[in-house]
């Protein structure tokens, strides 16, 4: 976007504004902050701007009061200083140069999740210039974050996509040694190409949640009633082989998964048939940490364990300290690892915070995002 005249153009600019809201409030405004240097600098430019976003999974083609982005209107309007309004009627928006609007959850309007052709020449009648800035979106072929980008005369990437491609880039295409990959989650199935991609290019990958149980017991531990995948033993044991993946040497255990439950500290050989595996223990989180100190490059995409509680968080807590501390370059991405971020207030010492989840690791398991691919095939003249 930065390298076009946009003055006097109409910009339609897709950002992924899709924030908690809670009663009418919004618990965490971080994407709507990732998304502001890229409105500010298409107003200061002297276009009129349109900003479009999701939020939550509405019906589709039904307005829901419950997925209004009328707060997000007005946490934009407090944070611009300018009037934002919120607009609903596609065919009726006309903007001034230097005004910015804010079109109503793209979801309320039939055909955005089938990428339907009719809905996107709609969006693209609405602007001169396309700007795809919502990364965390990108791995969806919608008709916000495709479809415009088919028929809009002029299309290209915002600042904040440009960066997040960029830091990704950094991380996976050269990164400086030793690599470090650290994967949380409830899981391996739904990490198992991001874990396959991993083993080929990471020096270390350290595994944490319900995914760590499955190598636990794949490494011939018990893991109690702990959440674990027993099919994909086999699966985990390949993965292992392939690259070092440090288990834990102690662990935090309860009975039951609820807010409340005392902690108790076990090593591996002493779980319990009823133990439930929720978080590493000190001994463990102080290797992970050593690791992760001693890195070139940090790849974080989940917590060590129920970070959530705060007696099982203690795991996540030292790691992501030793993340924060180190000289190496770190990204991290995934929703609940930038809740662990801001928990434990290591925001400043990571050095790129990625808006998106699944985008984020489909672009580490190798994968197109459509998003990104369309802006590609017009620039190449497609």
């Given amino acids: 976007m930065s390298e076009l005249s946009l003055r006097g153009l109409r910009v339609l600019i897709r950002e992924d504004l899709n924030v908690p809201i809670k009663d009418g409030a919004i618990s965490s405004d971080a994407r709507i902050l990732a998304a502001l240097p890229t409105i500010e600098q298409a107003l200061s430019a002297g276009a009129s701007v349109l900003v479009m976003s999701h939020l939550g999974r509405p019906v589709e083609g039904k307005f829901d009061a419950a997925y209004t982005l009328a707060p997000v209107a007005k946490r934009l309007q407090d944070l611009l200083g300018r009037d934002v309004p919120l607009l609903s009627d596609l065919e009726a928006v006309v903007l001034q140069p230097g005004a910015v609007a804010l079109l109503e959850n793209v979801r309320f309007l039939e055909g955005e999740k089938a990428n339907l052709d009719e809905l996107a020449q709609r969006f693209a009648k609405l602007c001169d210039v396309f700007v795809m800035d919502a990364f965390a979106t990108a791995h969806r072929a919608q008709a916000s974050t495709h479809g415009v980008a088919k028929f809009a005369r002029m299309v290209c990437a915002g600042p904040l996509l440009a960066r997040e491609l960029a830091a990704l880039e950094q991380a996976l295409r050269e990164p400086a040694r030793p690599m470090v990959a650290i994967v949380g989650g409830a899981k391996v199935s739904t990490k198992l190409e991001v874990l396959h991609e991993l083993a080929d290019m990471a020096d270390n990958i350290i595994v944490g949640g319900g995914i760590a149980n499955t190598f636990i017991a794949a490494a011939g531990h018990s893991v109690g009633q702990s959440l674990c995948e027993p099919d994909l033993i086999a699966i985990a044991q390949a993965i292992a082989s392939k690259v070092d993946i440090p288990l834990p040497v ?133």
Avoid: H
């Fill in 250 to 382: 102690d662990v935090m255990v309860g009975k039951r998964f609820i807010e409340n439950e005392t902690a108790v500290l076990k090593e591996l050989a002493d779980i319990e048939p009823d133990d439930m595996i929720m978080d590493v223990g000190p001994e463990t989180a102080r290797r992970f940490a050593a690791v992760a100190k001693d890195a070139g490059t940090i790849l974080w995409n989940g917590p060590l364990g129920v970070f959530e509680f705060d007696q099982f968080g203690e795991g996540t807590r030292v790691l992501a300290e030793a993340i924060a501390a180190s000289e190496g370059f770190s990204i991290a991405g995934g929703g609940d690892t930038l809740a662990a971020i801001d928990k434990y207030c290591v925001r400043e010492g990571i050095s790129y915070l990625s808006t998106g989840g699944g985008a984020f690791l489909e672009f580490v398991e190798g994968k197109s995002l459509p998003g990104v691919a369309i802006l590609e095939e017009r620039a190449a003249g497609k």
